[in-house]
C-alpha cells in the first residue's frame, strides 16, 4: 500500500466549528508554525485553491500565507489563520463542522504536498496525517469518508478510525476528479474509469460497481446531486454535458454549452434538480433546465402518497418513464429542427437557459443560491451573486459583487460570448 496513516489520540466526531464565526482567531497551540498576525492582502497573498463546502453555504480559500472560510448569505469573511510562509493548495470543509482536510501548496507549502492533514479547529491541532508517494490531487470528505485523489488512485478511509476500506484505480487524473454524495442514506462515488471518456459510479452501500462511458474524449469534469443518483459529465472537448442515471448509466438527457471547444472549469447541480450550472474559459456561466421529473413538479406527482419533494426515481431507478419528465424543458432548441437529417446535430441540441458573462481572466466555480440565485467564485478573488428569470431565462441580472481578496490578475472587459 502506498499510503501511511497516523492519528493522534483519536478522531473525535465533528461538531459545529463555533471558531469559524470569529475572523482572524488564532490556535491555542500551533502546528503550522508561528502565525503571522499582520500577513495581509497589501502583502499580495496569492489565491491558491477556492471550494464549496458540502451545501454551498460557504466556501474555502487557500492562500500562500494560510486558508480562510467565507459565508455566501450574507457574504462576510468568518475565519482565517494567516502564516508567516505557508500555503495550502486544498483546503477541503466538511460543511460547516470542526474538521478541515488541509494539503500543502504554492511556493513555500505548509505541508507537503504528499501529506493530508485532518485538522479538528476545536482541539486546535490535527488529529490525523495521511502520507502518499505521489502528490495529492483532491481530498473530498462526507461524515463518514475521507476520500483522497492521487493522479492514479483514489483511497477511501473511514472517518472514525481513519482505516483503508476502499483502493480505486483510475485513468491519469492530473486534476484530481472524483464527487461524492451528502445524504447520510446513499454512498456515492464517482470518478474517471480506467478508460477514455468513462466514468466509474462506486455505491458502496449497495456495494455495486457501474462504468459508464459518457464521452468519447477523456473526462474534464463531473458532479453528483446530493443523493448520487444523477451524475452530470463533461468531456475535454467542454461542447456537451450529458445526465446520467447511476443506478443503470442510462443517458438521460444531452444539453450543448457551445459549439467551440472550450475548457469546463465547473458544475452544479441544483438542490431541486431542476437546473445545472455550468462555468467555462469563455467567459460564460450557462444555466441548463432539466428534464428530470421531480416530486411535486406538476399535478400527477401530487398523488404520489404526499411524498417530500424528490426526485422519482428513488423508488423505480432503472424507470426513464419516473426519470424524465414529458416536457422537453425551457432550452431552447434551434427552429431549424425540421431539417435535422440535413444539418449538424448541433442545431437541434438543448441551449442554455440562462446566461451570465463573466471576464475571460480566471477560473470560476459554480454553485447555486437561495431564490433562483447562481454564486460564482473566481480564482481572481472575486464573489459574483447572480439572479435568473426561471419562466423566460436570458441574461442573468448581478446582485452582488465582492473582491474578497486582492490578486494580480488585470481584470479585462467582460465577455460577451
Given at each position: 500500500?502506498?499510503?501511511?496513516?497516523?492519528?493522534?489520540?483519536?478522531?473525535?466526531?465533528?461538531?459545529?466549528?463555533?471558531?469559524?464565526?470569529?475572523?482572524?482567531?488564532?490556535?491555542?497551540?500551533?502546528?503550522?508554525?508561528?502565525p503571522e498576525s499582520d500577513v495581509n492582502d497589501a502583502e499580495q497573498t496569492e489565491l491558491l485553491s477556492v471550494s464549496w463546502n458540502?451545501?454551498?453555504?460557504?466556501?474555502?480559500?487557500?492562500?500562500?500565507?494560510?486558508?480562510?472560510?467565507?459565508?455566501?448569505?450574507?457574504?462576510?469573511?468568518?475565519?482565517?489563520?494567516?502564516?508567516?510562509?505557508?500555503?495550502?493548495?486544498?483546503?477541503?470543509?466538511?460543511?460547516?463542522?470542526?474538521?478541515?482536510?488541509?494539503?500543502?501548496?504554492?511556493?513555500?507549502?505548509?505541508?507537503?504536498?504528499?501529506?493530508?492533514?485532518?485538522?479538528?479547529?476545536?482541539?486546535?491541532?490535527?488529529?490525523?496525517?495521511?502520507?502518499?508517494?505521489?502528490?495529492?490531487?483532491?481530498?473530498?470528505?462526507?461524515?463518514?469518508?475521507?476520500?483522497?485523489?492521487?493522479?492514479?488512485?483514489?483511497?477511501?478511509?473511514?472517518?472514525?478510525?481513519?482505516?483503508?476500506?476502499?483502493?480505486?484505480?483510475?485513468?491519469?487524473?492530473?486534476?484530481?476528479?472524483?464527487?461524492?454524495?451528502?445524504?447520510?442514506?446513499?454512498?456515492?462515488?464517482?470518478?474517471?474509469?480506467?478508460?477514455?471518456?468513462?466514468?466509474?459510479?462506486?455505491?458502496?452501500?449497495?456495494?455495486?460497481?457501474?462504468?459508464?462511458?459518457?464521452?468519447?474524449?477523456?473526462?474534464?469534469?463531473?458532479?453528483?446531486?446530493?443523493?448520487?443518483?444523477?451524475?452530470?459529465?463533461?468531456?475535454?472537448?467542454?461542447?456537451?454535458?450529458?445526465?446520467?442515471?447511476?443506478?443503470?448509466?442510462?443517458?438521460?438527457?444531452?444539453?450543448?454549452?457551445?459549439?467551440?471547444?472550450?475548457?469546463?472549469?465547473?458544475?452544479?447541480?441544483?438542490?431541486?434538480?431542476?437546473?445545472?450550472?455550468?462555468?467555462?474559459?469563455?467567459?460564460?456561466?450557462?444555466?441548463?433546465?432539466?428534464?428530470?421529473?421531480?416530486?411535486?413538479?406538476?399535478?400527477?406527482?401530487?398523488?404520489?402518497?404526499?411524498?417530500?419533494?424528490?426526485?422519482?426515481?428513488?423508488?423505480?431507478?432503472?424507470?426513464?418513464?419516473?426519470?424524465?419528465?414529458?416536457?422537453?424543458?425551457?432550452?431552447?432548441?434551434?427552429?431549424?429542427?425540421?431539417?435535422?437529417?440535413?444539418?449538424?446535430?448541433?442545431?437541434?441540441?438543448?441551449?442554455?437557459?440562462?446566461q451570465f458573462h463573466l471576464p475571460e481572466v480566471t477560473r470560476y466555480i459554480?454553485?447555486?443560491?437561495?431564490?433562483?440565485?447562481?454564486?460564482?467564485?473566481?480564482?481572481?478573488?472575486?464573489?459574483?451573486?447572480?439572479?435568473?428569470?426561471?419562466?423566460?431565462?436570458?441574461?442573468?441580472?448581478?446582485?452582488?459583487?465582492?473582491?474578497?481578496?486582492?490578486?494580480?490578475?488585470?481584470?479585462?472587459?467582460?465577455?460577451?460570448?
Amino acid at each position: 500500500m502506498s499510503s501511511t496513516v497516523s492519528t493522534s489520540h483519536g478522531v473525535h466526531p465533528p461538531m459545529r466549528l463555533s471558531s469559524l464565526e470569529s475572523p482572524h482567531s488564532q490556535p491555542s497551540s500551533v502546528p503550522f508554525g508561528q502565525p503571522e498576525s499582520d500577513v495581509n492582502d497589501a502583502e499580495q497573498t496569492e489565491l491558491l485553491s477556492v471550494s464549496w463546502n458540502q451545501d454551498y453555504g460557504c466556501f474555502s480559500a487557500g492562500t500562500s500565507h494560510g486558508f480562510r472560510i467565507y459565508n455566501c448569505n450574507p457574504f462576510k469573511e468568518t475565519f482565517r489563520r494567516d502564516l508567516k510562509s505557508g500555503g495550502f493548495g486544498i483546503v477541503e470543509m466538511l460543511f460547516r463542522c470542526n474538521i478541515l482536510a488541509l494539503v500543502g501548496g504554492g511556493a513555500n507549502p505548509q505541508y507537503p504536498p504528499n501529506k493530508v492533514m485532518i485538522w479538528d479547529d476545536h482541539q486546535s491541532r490535527c488529529i490525523g496525517e495521511f502520507a502518499f508517494r505521489s502528490d495529492v490531487r483532491a481530498v473530498k470528505l462526507r461524515r463518514d469518508r475521507i476520500v483522497v485523489v492521487l493522479e492514479h488512485k483514489i483511497y477511501v478511509y473511514n472517518f472514525t478510525d481513519l482505516k483503508l476500506l476502499h483502493q480505486i484505480e483510475t485513468l491519469a487524473n492530473p486534476k484530481g476528479l472524483c464527487c461524492l454524495s451528502h445524504q447520510s442514506n446513499t454512498s456515492v462515488l464517482a470518478c474517471p474509469g480506467l478508460q477514455r471518456g468513462q466514468v466509474r459510479v462506486e455505491h458502496f452501500g449497495l456495494k455495486v460497481t457501474k462504468f459508464i462511458s459518457a464521452h468519447d474524449s477523456n473526462i474534464a469534469c463531473l458532479t453528483l446531486t446530493m443523493d448520487g443518483l444523477l451524475l452530470a459529465t463533461a468531456s475535454v472537448k467542454g461542447t456537451l454535458i450529458r445526465i446520467f442515471n447511476t443506478m443503470d448509466g442510462t443517458r438521460l438527457q444531452e444539453v450543448r454549452r457551445g459549439v467551440d471547444k472550450a475548457e469546463i472549469y465547473s458544475m452544479a447541480l441544483s438542490p431541486t434538480v431542476q437546473w445545472l450550472a455550468v462555468s467555462s474559459d469563455k467567459g460564460t456561466v450557462h444555466l441548463f433546465s432539466l428534464r428530470v421529473r421531480v416530486v411535486g413538479e406538476d399535478a400527477s406527482d401530487q398523488n404520489m402518497s404526499g411524498q417530500a419533494p424528490g426526485m422519482v426515481h428513488q423508488n423505480s431507478s432503472t424507470s426513464l418513464d419516473a426519470l424524465i419528465s414529458p416536457s422537453t424543458g425551457a432550452n431552447a432548441s434551434s427552429s431549424l429542427a425540421f431539417m435535422r437529417g440535413v444539418l449538424p446535430k448541433y442545431f437541434s441540441s438543448e441551449w442554455s437557459f440562462a446566461q451570465f458573462h463573466l471576464p475571460e481572466v480566471t477560473r470560476y466555480i459554480v454553485a447555486f443560491g437561495s431564490q433562483n440565485s447562481v454564486m460564482v467564485v473566481g480564482m481572481d478573488g472575486s464573489f459574483y451573486r447572480c439572479s435568473f428569470d426561471h419562466v423566460n431565462g436570458g441574461e442573468m441580472e448581478q446582485q452582488e459583487y465582492v473582491r474578497f481578496l486582492k490578486t494580480n490578475i488585470h481584470r479585462p472587459r467582460a465577455a460577451t460570448t
